[in-house]
Every structure is written in C-alpha cells, then in structure tokens.
C-alpha cells in the first residue's frame, strides 16, 4: 500500500518561513506529478503548487513568487519552502502524487500538515 506521509507544519508568525516535506513509501514503480494543496477553513481544498516529472512547476496565483516547490526523485520527496507567509496561508496542506504501482497507476494523497500563520 502506498504511503504519503507529511511533515513540517506548525505555527510560525507572519513573515516568516516554513518548509514542508511529503515523502511516498510501497510498492511504487514510478512517480509522476507531485503537488501540494491546501484547505482553509470553510473554503474548498485547492491547488497550491505543482511539479512535473520534468521539473516544471506552476502555482497558485497567490503564493507565486513566495513558495518554492521542489522534489527529489530518488527519495519519492516533494516539497515545499514558504516564505513570507501571511495569515491568510492558513489551512491544512495536503501533499498529492501520481504514483504507478505494479498494480496500475492512481492519486495519493497525504493525511494533511496544518499551517498556521499567527502573531
């Protein structure tokens, strides 16, 4: 069964910084698209960032240029470093991979790390 296991949420104040970590364990052949998405409350889950097998990456309208998505292939590692980080980053963020297994492909999803951004 595959794994995604989250780490690196906390409280931190406004402006400062936080990176996250979503590592996949199992059976995995391969590992496409990663991403993070994140969840505020009373809103709807939505895509934060994205990167691509090749390394592309997009993001969110509202974190770009702030948040850095990046991955490690080897280690099935994707992660993201959040930098000056407002309130309104709030939210629960979820790490989601398109993982082949040898049983065929499909969408992971981690248990959640939650952000809060308070003074």
């Known amino acids: 069964q595959v794994q995604l296991v989250e780490s690196g949420g906390g409280l931190v104040q406004p402006g400062g910084s936080l990176r996250l970590s979503c590592v996949a364990s199992?059976?995995?052949?391969?590992?496409?698209?990663m991403a993070w998405y994140r969840q505020a409350p009373g809103k709807q889950r939505e895509l934060a960032a994205r990167i691509t097998t090749g390394g592309n990456t997009n993001y969110a309208d509202s974190v770009k240029g702030r948040f850095t998505i990046s991955r490690d292939n080897v280690k099935n590692t994707v992660y993201l470093q959040m930098n000056s980080l407002k309130p309104e980053d709030t939210a629960v963020y979820y790490c989601?991979?398109?993982?082949?297994?040898?049983?065929?492909?499909?969408?992971?999803w981690g248990q959640g790390t939650q952000v809060t951004v308070s003074s």
């Open positions: 989601n991979m398109d993982v082949s297994t040898f049983g065929g492909p499909s969408q992971y």
């Open positions: 199992g059976p995995i052949a391969r590992v496409y698209d």
